[in-house]
């Protein structure tokens, strides 16, 4: 799947649920905060060690029923992909294009853009 599929996928979807019904660019606040929100989760997960790690596994591996692996790590990481895809999809915003310019930008870029950190 491409990042432009990934974005209409997740835009489709979020839709279909009624995630845009009487939305708004006046609301983009609160969608980045939903982001947010999934991050700060991420967070949360990694604090309590809840990871499920597929980097090792066959590649005929299945993956467990959700209810297996909600509230994990990769899954909270999952979630702020999809509302970001689903925004840009919001948005019409052709994100692999601005992805793939920004890090040919950053390959020119000093070690850490010239910061400390």
């Known amino acids: 799947m491409t990042i432009n599929e990934l974005v209409q996928s997740a835009y489709a979807n979020a839709k279909e649920k009624g995630f845009y019904d009487n939305w708004n660019n006046q609301n983009i606040g609160c969608l980045l905060m939903q982001i ?29 029923k959700m209810d297996e692996i909600k509230d994990t790590f990769e899954v909270e990481i999952a979630d702020a992909f999809i509302r970001l ?31 400390k950190y």
């Not at 929100?37 to 993956?63: D, I």
């Not at 925004?87 to 010239?114: Q, S, T, V, W």
Request: aromatic share 10%; with cysteine; charged share 25%.
């Open 36 to 64: 947010v929100s999934e991050l700060s989760e991420a967070m949360e997960a990694h604090r309590q060690g809840k990871y499920m790690s597929f980097v090792s596994l066959p590649p005929n591996f299945t993956l467990p």
């Open 85 to 115: 895809a689903s925004l840009c999809g919001y948005l019409n915003i052709d994100i692999e294009k601005f992805i793939n310019a920004k890090m040919e930008y950053n390959k020119l870029r000093k070690p850490l853009h010239g910061k």
